[in-house]
Nanobody, 120 residues
């Protein structure tokens, strides 16, 4: 059974930092894209960042460029999202996702979500 287990969410003041972690298991992820989406209350899920599990391409949403950094540690089997200079509008539930090829809102595998709340 494939699982994506997220951790690292919480409450932080504006300007602060958080690091989200995602540990995938249950299959090999060679050829997969891994990444993060977020969902604001009452809105659709939106793309945040993506990285190839085997290395290479990295992508960011314009709204987080320069503030968020996605990375992976294959030895620890973990994908990270380092979030700096957080803003109240970053408040959302953040989901880890995995899909063969390209990530989208219809990606095959999803984590349970972790809440990030940024206070002003």
């Amino acid at each position: 059974q494939v699982q994506l287990v997220e951790s690292g969410g919480g409450l932080v003041q504006a300007g602060g930092s958080l690091r989200l972690s995602c540990v995938p298991s249950g299959r090999t992820f060679s050829g997969f894209a891994m990444g993060w989406f977020r969902q604001h209350p009452g809105k659709e899920r939106e793309f945040v960042a993506a990285i190839r599990w085997s290395g290479g391409s990295i992508y960011y949403a314009d709204s987080v460029k320069g503030r968020f950094t996605i990375s992976r540690d294959n030895a620890k089997n973990t994908v990270y999202l380092q979030m700096n200079n957080l803003k109240p509008e970053d408040t959302a539930v953040y989901y880890c996702a995995a899909n063969f090829g390209v990530l989208s809102t219809t990606s095959q595998y999803w984590g349970q979500g972790t809440q990030v709340t940024v206070s002003s």
